[in-house]
């Protein structure tokens, strides 16, 4: 009856501490292979940037104190990277978690052979040292690690169709250096199109293409990858006065200019940062007199305003550039909460 | 004059037994030595008048010795732990904790000794006895399913976090054992089983027409002062929007966002979701609570308080003073008292809840009541918040008939009510 956590030895271990900076310099020859493996087989490197991160810190977390550090402690000792992600030493949420668990698989998937180990045999040992719920699917073993799922920023209000006019107005007043151009078109392509910010900090002139309809009528559109896939989105009015304004200042048109579209200062070369982007939302969102929002709140403003203009739930997922049609109804969640009460309140004494 | 009295007093109170002594006295020596005790030094051989220590206030403390004792069997010590590790809320925490404290409580009493939970996992006759024993570890009175399901649920959830250690020593998965035990004490009914054990679950309760709540809210509104504004509008949001009372009750100044149209949106955390609920006020309720956080804070200034209510930043909305939140202890109290005003059965703040489910879904689609009053979806919305009134129905069809015949002719029961509830109630 003396039956323990199988944690234990190490969770009474006071001198585990979290460090900082790289690991030694054998374990970063480890994750050096590793990111080489991840790049090769065609991952994003910022997603493998990520993955390299998480296991830095889990071997951080997995060390003893011995001068046994090495990154290889996550193949070799796997009750203790069990321990890590069932019980971590600061709360992290769950995605955070589950980068971590996934890396780890990667991980030892990768370089578990190269140290003479059976990759499959690693995974089921550290299987079996996690927590498991019941699971129904061939697909899930139904395995449970630490995280929490509360959200631990602040949600903005759900926007509707006069603030995001609203918003771009106030782009303008908001610019002091000479951007006010670059600004207005920065947040109206944030509010009008189906870009995402990080897509819209890249953007480049050629990816914008003009065409005429049968009736002579201009359309305007924009191509971008998205998850492996080209896909062509549209782009309205707002937006496309915004874009002709920013063209015109640059001398051009919109299809004939090329390069970046939002330029960091005045070289035209280096394309603006996604904070800098962020910092822009923010402070119209502050002229506006409107609550801090992300750049999520703008995108289902927009996709409430599409719904409102007719549009079905798959057609707005077209306009958007998303795969599922679930998505949309993420997206719309709160906008049909609101209604939904406006409703009632209508009805109610 | 008083220096000189003194010595005489407190030779009297040394003369007579202490036990004995007379308490006026000692209220008026207490208060001689109050106003002397800047004059005169303390003269030897004489002890100081008694004094009343100052009220403590009364906490409340689980009793932690009647449900299993201080001690905790390590394994639900670090289950705990891990449950903590995963994002537990606080509530579900101490309910969990809890019920494991009692199912190890459970299994001592039958067996007449300490009883580790590796043991029950051994046992699972055992274990099934004690998930289904409907008699409270510390009351004795019968438990309800509510509370055995839950019991279901700390223990599923604790076979699947402590899934690794007690693998290792039973050699199967522990939420099969679980099933095992729970199958032992259930009845073979059809296809499955059907466990025994509680008293039925109390679905629901009373639900105040739209009349009463009108005039709770009134009676609330009558209390001069910030209180009242408060009351009021913190009754009127829960009535308009179907929120918890808990989740209203702990709203935060950070989580009241007032849109560039005037109106406020309050984001409140109801029990069991992740994300809050983003809840619109109606303009009247938005200047309300406006009116009420600056007649709170013209109050706290008077009185020298350095709390202040700040719409947009960190801080207790709904406070009964400059400490903290209003406690629901306090609500209830507040409620009773409306309620007792106006003659009406006393009413739960969760009463408002059931009011808004049952008035909106009289008019609106169930499912956007249920979109509306934050629930998941329709099925506990119709199980337990909605419960028409029988002569709301009678009105309804009387009008309906009204509206396509001519009206009843019959002069003992002109509007034909009264035999239609009767043929229904009986």
């Known amino acids: 009856m003396e039956q323990l956590s199988l944690f234990d030895p190490f969770i009474t271990d006071t001198s585990l501490m979290v460090r900082r900076g790289p690991l030694p310099e054998e374990s970063e020859c480890w994750l050096e292979t590793f990111r080489a493996a991840r790049v090769h087989d065609g991952a994003h490197p910022r997603s493998v940037a990520r993955e390299v991160s998480q296991l830095r810190s889990l071997t951080r977390?997995?060390?003893?104190?011995?001068?046994?550090?090495?990154?290889?402690?996550?193949?070799?000792?796997?009750?203790?990277?069990?321990?890590?992600?069932?019980?971590?030493?600061?709360?992290?949420?769950?995605?955070?978690?589950?980068?971590?668990?996934?890396?780890?698989?990667?991980?030892?998937?990768?370089?578990?052979?190269?140290?003479?180990?059976?990759?499959?045999?690693?995974?089921?040992?550290?299987?079996?040292?996690?927590?498991?719920?019941?699971?129904?699917?061939?697909?899930?073993?139904?395995?449970?690690?630490?995280?929490?799922?509360?959200?631990?920023?602040?949600?903005?209000?759900?926007?509707?169709?006069?603030?995001?006019?609203?918003?771009?107005?106030?782009?303008?007043?908001?610019s002091t250096r000479g951007h006010a151009a670059r600004d207005r078109a920065l947040i109206a392509l944030h509010c009008w199109s189906g870009l995402r910010p990080e897509e819209i900090v890249r953007l480049r002139w050629e990816e914008l293409s003009v065409g005429r309809t049968s009736t002579n009528e201009l359309r305007y559109a924009v191509t971008i990858r998205r998850a492996g896939r080209e896909i062509t989105l549209p782009i309205l009015n707002p937006a496309i006065d915004a874009l002709e304004t920013l063209a015109l200042e640059r001398s051009g048109w919109i299809g004939l200019l090329a390069g970046t579209v939002f330029c960091a200062g005045y070289r035209l070369d280096r394309p603006l940062s996604y904070r800098a982007a962020r910092d822009t939302?923010?402070?119209?969102?502050?002229?506006?007199?409107?609550?801090?929002?992300?750049?999520?709140?703008?995108?289902?403003?927009?996709?409430?305003?599409?719904?409102?203009?007719?549009?079905?739930?798959?057609?707005?997922a077209i306009v958007l550039g998303l795969r599922m049609v679930r998505s949309v109804d993420r997206l719309l969640a709160r906008h049909r909460q609101l209604n939904a009460q406006r409703r009632v309140r209508e009805v109610l004494p | 004059m008083i220096g000189t009295r003194r010595p005489e007093?407190?030779?009297?109170?040394?003369?007579?037994?202490?036990?004995?002594?007379?308490?006026?006295?000692?209220?008026?020596?207490?208060?001689?030595?109050?106003?002397?005790?800047?004059?005169?030094?303390?003269?030897?051989?004489?002890?100081?008048?008694?004094?009343?220590?100052?009220?403590?206030?009364?906490?409340?403390?689980?009793?932690?010795?009647?449900?299993?004792?201080?001690?905790?069997?390590?394994?639900?010590?670090?289950?705990?732990?891990r449950l903590r590790a995963h994002g537990a809320a606080k509530n579900g925490f101490d309910a969990y904790r809890y019920q494991l404290r009692a199912i190890t409580q459970i299994a001592a009493r039958r067996k007449d000794r300490a009883v580790l939970i590796e043991e029950l996992f051994h046992n699972t006759r055992l274990l099934g006895e004690v998930l289904v024993d409907d008699v409270a570890p510390v009351a004795g009175s019968q438990l309800s399913k509510w509370t055995l399901a839950q019991r279901r649920s700390a223990i599923r959830s604790f076979a699947t976090l402590m899934r690794p250690e007690?693998?290792?020593?039973?050699?199967?998965?522990?939420?099969?054992?679980?099933?095992?035990?729970?199958?032992?004490?259930?009845?073979?009914?059809?296809?499955?089983?059907?466990?025994?054990?509680?008293?039925?679950?109390?679905?629901?309760?009373?639900?105040?027409?739209?009349?009463?709540?009108?005039?709770?809210?009134?009676?609330?509104?009558e209390t001069p002062g910030y209180l009242g504004l408060r009351n009021w509008c913190f009754f009127s949001i829960l009535a308009a929007s179907g929120a918890r009372v808990n989740a209203l009750r702990e709203l935060d100044g950070a989580d009241c966002v007032e849109m560039p149209s005037g109106r406020m949106r309050i984001f409140i955390h109801d029990k069991g979701k992740h994300e809050p609920r983003e809840v619109e006020l109606s303009r009247e309720l938005t200047a309300t609570l406006q009116a009420y956080v600056a007649e709170f804070n013209a109050y706290a200034a008077r009185r020298a308080w350095k709390v202040r209510i700040r719409i947009g930043q960190p801080g207790a909305v709904w406070r009964n003073s400059g400490r903290g939140h209003w406690s629901y202890y306090d609500i209830r109290q507040t409620l009773a008292a409306a309620c007792k005003q106006t003659n009406i059965a006393l009413l739960r703040p969760h009463a408002f809840r059931r009011a808004f489910a049952t008035g909106a879904a009289s008019v609106v689609p169930r499912h956007v009541v249920a979109q509306a009053g934050g629930w998941q979806g329709v099925e506990r919305l119709d199980n337990h918040y909605i419960r028409p009134d029988i002569r709301n129905v009678v009105d309804k069809l009387h009008r309906r008939r009204q509206h396509e015949t001519m009206p009843s002719q019959n002069e003992e029961h002109p509007d034909g009510t009264a035999i239609l509830v009767r043929s229904i109630y009986h």
């Not at chain 2, 639900?207 to 009108?214: N, R």
């Open chain 2, 9 to 81: 007093v407190l030779i009297a109170s040394r003369d007579d037994d202490a036990a004995n002594s007379n308490r006026g006295q000692r209220q008026s020596a207490k208060s001689l030595c109050d106003k002397t005790e800047a004059f005169q030094l303390k003269l030897p051989g004489y002890e100081d008048v008694p004094s009343r220590p100052p009220k403590r206030r009364h906490r409340y403390t689980p009793n932690t010795q009647a449900i299993g004792g201080s001690s905790l069997d390590p394994l639900i010590e670090i289950y705990l732990r």
């Open chain 1, 281 to 316: 939302v923010r402070l119209a969102c502050r002229h506006a007199k409107i609550p801090i929002v992300e750049a999520d709140e703008l995108r289902a403003a927009f996709a409430y305003w599409l719904k409102s203009q007719g549009l079905s739930d798959h057609e707005v």
């Open chain 1, 61 to 174: 977390e997995v060390w003893t104190g011995s001068n046994n550090d090495s990154v290889i402690l996550l193949i070799t000792e796997p009750h203790l990277v069990a321990h890590a992600l069932c019980e971590p030493r600061r709360p992290v949420s769950r995605s955070t978690a589950n980068t971590r668990f996934v890396a780890v698989q990667r991980f030892i998937q990768i370089v578990a052979p190269l140290v003479g180990r059976d990759s499959a045999h690693v995974v089921q040992a550290l299987d079996d040292l996690l927590p498991v719920r019941r699971s129904v699917g061939w697909h899930t073993l139904g395995t449970v690690i630490a995280g929490s799922r509360t959200r631990v920023r602040r949600r903005g209000p759900t926007l509707e169709v006069e603030h995001l006019h609203a918003l771009v107005d106030a782009a303008v007043e908001n």
């Open chain 2, 166 to 221: 007690l693998l290792a020593t039973l050699g199967e998965e522990p939420n099969m054992v679980v099933d095992q035990a729970l199958r032992k004490v259930a009845i073979r009914v059809g296809g499955g089983y059907r466990l025994t054990g509680g008293s039925p679950r109390y679905k629901g309760g009373d639900v105040p027409t739209p009349d009463e709540v009108q005039a709770v809210l009134r009676a609330l509104g």
